[in-house]
Nanobody, 120 residues
Framework: QVQLVESGGGLVQAGGSLRLSCVAS????????MGWYRQAPGKQRELVAD???????NYADFVEGRFKISRANAENTVYLQMSSLKPEDTAVYYC??????????????WGQGNQVTVSS
């Protein structure tokens, strides 16, 4: 099994910044990608950003250059630096890891979720 532990959420005023962190541990053979999703009340979970083992990065359109995803491969850690936050960024943010637990089997794993609230 793979466990993800997130930290860094909280309450911030519009225009402020927050940094989310996520550490993956457990039976990890090889990580394929790590990323962040979010889910606002009444809405579906959506991709915010992800980064694969080769360093390729995807951002959702709504990021608009305000967020930066990075990864510390040696520590199986992924970060999301969020700046210029808007009230519509308010959501529960989930860390995701797609990883092999042996040479043949991979799966998606999720963190517990971290509330980010942006006040106007």
């Amino acid at each position: 099994q793979v466990q993800l532990v997130e930290s860094g959420g909280g309450l911030v005023q519009a225009g402020g910044s927050l940094r989310l962190s996520c550490v993956a541990s457990g039976s990890i053979f090889r990580i394929i990608a790590m990323g962040w999703y979010r889910q606002a009340p009444g809405k579906q979970r959506e991709l915010v950003a992800d980064i694969n083992s080769g360093g390729g990065i995807n951002y959702a359109d709504f990021v608009e250059g305000r967020f930066k995803i990075s990864r510390a491969n040696a520590e199986n850690t992924v970060y999301l630096q969020m700046s210029s936050l808007k009230p519509e960024d308010t959501a529960v943010y989930y860390c995701n890891t797609r990883a092999y637990t042996d040479p043949k089997h991979w799966d998606d794993y999720w963190g517990q979720g971290n509330q980010v609230t942006v006040s106007s």
